[in-house]
């Protein structure tokens, strides 16, 4: 395997288990570039991002412009981001969930150009929230497509592209299992980076998995139950499902549709409550069995531990 100069581009946990690879692996990481420090947490301090965190921990040179456009909003700090990256002699600019688009002249940059790591097989599900995306429509599997970049939206030709199960699983937990085949299949393209065979993608079959706003968290009751349940594990652990009940917002965490159908009510109505779940009626009699909630300010309980605190009854109707 030859060494690569390899400048990474990326900024959240997905992306970090990436770089520590690429480390790893033994090439040398001459640039981490990242999206600028933001505030978070109950202060709202400035937090810097995962790979920031990795970059310094490491001693790598760091980058964090806000724009690469050199005719951008931010002109200074593209032309700053240029004079780096120039400096860095990258033979191989890996991105993975960075944030910024990249403008032609970053792409045309590395010797071997930019590769992209990303989180589904494309061509279905280019864009913002792919693992999101792909558990909300049902999707059977995803995987990871690495991706030789160009200037359009995840339209770039395909270098390897490995699927995966998602079974049961919510975003937490796929985001974890592809983090972990991105960094091993990443790892595979950069040992033999000029042996990569380029595939086109094909023209069918493109969606398009925008990003996930908080207002998507709002159940609504009157969607069958395996859809409801779906939305749930999508948005966990961001946004987070949630729906009124009696002046609060709960949000579910996890729930199960009930095979054999309940008495017929209205959708949200709360059917039967008990240690196993809490049965809530959807569109068509379907039912959906929350068994994961939480109160606002409350931490995440099983169904049994939340009862405790929060007298359910039969009758009750979520929003």
Avoid at 55 to 82: C, F, T
Avoid at 152 to 176: K, P, Q, S
Avoid at 242 to 254: M, Q, V
Avoid at 291 to 310: C, I, M, S, W, Y
């Amino acid at each position: 395997m030859s060494r690569l100069r390899v400048v990474f581009a990326g900024t959240p946990e997905f992306a970090r288990v990436a770089l520590e690879a690429i480390a790893a692996a033994g090439h040398d990481v001459v640039l981490v570039m990242s999206q600028p420090d933001r505030p978070a947490g109950r202060g709202m301090k400035l937090q810097a991002s995962p790979v920031k965190q990795c970059a310094v921990a490491n001693n790598w040179p760091v980058a964090q412009p806000r724009s690469l456009r050199l005719d951008g909003k931010y002109p200074d700090e593209a032309s700053a981001a240029r004079d780096t990256l120039l400096a860095a002699r990258p033979d191989v600019m890996v991105v993975a969930a960075y944030g910024l688009i990249l403008p032609q002249w970053v792409l045309d940059l590395p010797v071997h150009g930019c590769l992209n790591i990303h989180a589904s097989l494309l061509p279905r599900w280019r864009g913002a929230a792919p693992i999101h995306r792909a558990i909300e429509a049902g999707d059977a599997r995803t995987g990871i497509t690495i991706m030789q970049m160009d200037a359009g939206l995840d339209t770039g030709d395909m270098l390897l592209r490995e699927a995966v199960d998602i079974g049961d699983d919510n975003t937490a937990r796929l985001h974890d299992r592809l983090a972990e085949l991105g960094a091993r299949m990443i790892v595979e393209a950069l040992a033999d980076i000029s042996a990569l065979v380029r595939t086109p993608q094909p023209a069918e079959g493109v969606t398009y998995a925008s990003k996930v706003e908080k207002h998507e968290a709002l159940i609504d009751w009157a969607q069958p139950a395996d859809a409801i349940v779906r939305r749930i594990r999508a948005f966990d652990p961001f946004p987070g499902a949630n729906s009124p009940l009696d002046g609060e917002t709960i949000k579910l965490w996890a729930a199960h549709a009930v095979p054999s159908p309940m008495a017929s009510a209205a959708p949200g109505t709360i059917l039967a409550v008990s240690d196993a779940g809490v049965a809530v009626a959807a569109a068509a009699d379907s039912v959906v069995a929350v068994t994961e909630l939480q109160r606002p300010g409350g931490k995440r309980l099983a169904v049994a531990d939340f009862l405790r605190g929060f007298d359910l009854k039969p009758g009750q109707v979520f929003g």
